[in-house]
């Protein structure tokens, strides 16, 4: 089992929806959860984290976390073009202090 | 403000050349990363400095691999008898401290012929 699960896609929406995006962490002793944005050919650029449990908003994206579940998404509304990209979702804590672990990222597909 | 920067962007090299790859964090960060990035492979976790400490080498794919950190600011990478499974894009991120963001570099693009 790898210690962050995300699915490959691609995730193809129209535009103005909403885009979900999920991540599932093996080590419960994480304890921050990042959200990255990465197009092709550049580096990954930081959209959201969170820390505790619940829903936390910025923008027209939301990060949603449940520690019980060992779960983490990312929701886009008004979902434009240019959010096409690959969204990575990252942990640290746990066994992995400072370090960042990385899932293999969900690539979004925004069609007008 | 200026953000993490690397060089040189692109290296080609022949299999069996040493490398060496740099990093210039964020001014003020005291803590910097190494991840190498490849194809099916996603992005992974190779060193980390934080200050004074030791670093941890952990993600060291093996010992062919080395890094230092000069003066607590500037890393090099080193990649010795490179070997063709070593071309990925290397990328470093800087954070004011290991329970800060991560801000990543432009990253560092090396093919091994």
């Known amino acids: 089992q790898k210690e962050v699960e995300q699915n490959s896609g691609p995730l193809s929406v129209p535009e103005g929806a909403i885009a979900s995006l999920n991540c599932t962490y093996s080590d419960r002793g994480s304890q921050s959860f990042f959200w990255y944005r990465q197009y092709s050919g550049k580096s990954p650029e930081l959209i959201m984290f969170i820390y505790s449990n619940g829903d936390k908003e910025d923008g027209r994206f939301t990060a949603q976390l449940n520690k019980a579940s060992q779960y983490v998404s990312l929701l886009i509304r008004d979902s434009q073009p240019s959010d096409s990209a690959t969204y990575l979702c990252a942990v640290r804590g746990g066994t992995s202090y400072g370090k960042l672990t990385f899932g293999q990222g969900t690539i979004l597909t925004v069609h007008p | 403000g200026a953000g993490v920067s690397q060089s040189p962007s692109n290296k080609v090299t022949e299999k069996g050349k040493d490398v060496e790859l740099r990093c210039d964090p964020i001014s003020g960060h005291t803590a910097l990363y190494w991840y190498r990035q490849s194809l099916g492979q996603g992005l992974e976790f190779l060193i980390y400095f934080q200050g004074n400490s030791a670093p941890d080498k952990s993600g060291l794919p093996s010992d062919r691999f080395s890094a230092e950190r000069t003066g607590g600011s500037v890393s090099t990478l080193t990649i010795q008898r490179t070997q063709q499974e070593d071309s990925a894009v290397y990328l470093c991120?800087?954070?004011?401290?290991?329970?800060?963001?991560?801000?990543f570099g432009p990253g560092t693009r090396l093919t091994v012929l």
């Open positions: 991120a800087s954070s004011f401290g290991p329970s800060d963001t991560q801000y």
